[in-house]
């Protein structure tokens, strides 16, 4: 459901807190609580802004008597600002500012575990920057790296899947160069393969979906002298993230994997016209599934997809 958090519900939280009779230290705690428990609540763009808003006015109410407290309003704002959707990049250039601000005072006074999820934070949102030219990939990884030295995969499973799987994104995305590309390619699919030797299907079956799917991304992308050997592994790996992903559970996910493996299949496709008609198929359904819940852009590009496939086979059948 969605929390409706308006400017005024803010304001009357705050007021109402406030007027209870507790220390300020207690009074913050509360409020930190409140804006925690509403960020959980699938908010919208409008109430994200108003969540920076309590966390602002928690911050203030910090001065300089709770630097803990204030580091960790900090990071919640930073967290809010991440999930508003934007084109610019200044939301993101502020997320980044806050867990700068927060970091050293996390490391000095917080648990590990909080350090290392404002790491995991802070990575995404320089990896976030750096089509902007406003980051480089490289800090990126170092700040993931940081948090794999707490976030280990015996205890915190999912926290580890997300991070190497964040790492091969980021090594992918690093800049072309001959034989540097080719050893990031190499560096994404090793990292996805270190984190499936711990994510078992049976126990983080969400975790192992996503890293099966980039793991037939890394795959099918990785150029080598093996194109088709690397692209019936990436049908394997998109297999495994298939045997989670579903339309009626996980749609969009669902989607995504299957147009991968239907740009697998084609890659195969030349002179094996069943392949490109499973292709299609599966284009075909990932283009109703992404027109059904909106996401058009990705709608537009597998319309597109759709027609060469289409025009792949018409070949086929004039040959």
Known sequence: MNPNITDSVVKATIAAIVSESATTEEQIQMLLE????????????????NVISLYYRIY?????????????????MGKALQRIPNVSPQLLLQAKAAYDEALPILQQFAVKAEVAEVQMNLGLAL???????????????????????VFT??????????LY?????????????????????????????????????????????????NLGNAW???????????????????DEA?????????????AHTIANKANALRSLSDNRPQLAIQSRAYYQEAWEIFSQYQHLKQAQLIAKLVQKTVTDITNYHQQ
């Open 34 to 49: 409140i804006a925690l428990g509403w960020q959980k609540k699938h908010p919208t763009a409008k109430d994200l802004r």
């Open 60 to 76: 203030e109410m910090c001065g300089e008597d709770y630097p803990l407290l204030k580091a960790k309003a900090k990071v919640g």
């Open 127 to 149: 990896q976030s920057l750096v089509p902007f030219n406003l980051a480089r990939i490289v800090d990126s990884v170092s700040a993931y790296h940081q948090a794999l030295q």
């Open 153 to 162: 995969w015996q205890d915190y499973p999912q926290e580890y899947a997300i």
């Open 165 to 213: 799987n964040n790492l091969a994104i980021a090594y992918l995305s690093m800049p072309l160069a001959s034989a540097r590309e080719y050893f990031h390619q190499g560096l994404a699919v090793q990292s996805l393969l270190v984190a499936l030797k711990h994510i078992k299907l049976s126990e983080h079956p969400r975790e192992y979906a996503m890293l099966q799917n």
């Open 220 to 238: 099918q992308y990785l150029v080598t002298a093996h194109p088709l050997e690397n692209n019936l592994r990436a049908i394997a790996a998109y």
């Open 242 to 254: 298939l045997k989670v992903r579903n339309r009626q559970d996980t749609p969009i996910e669902y």
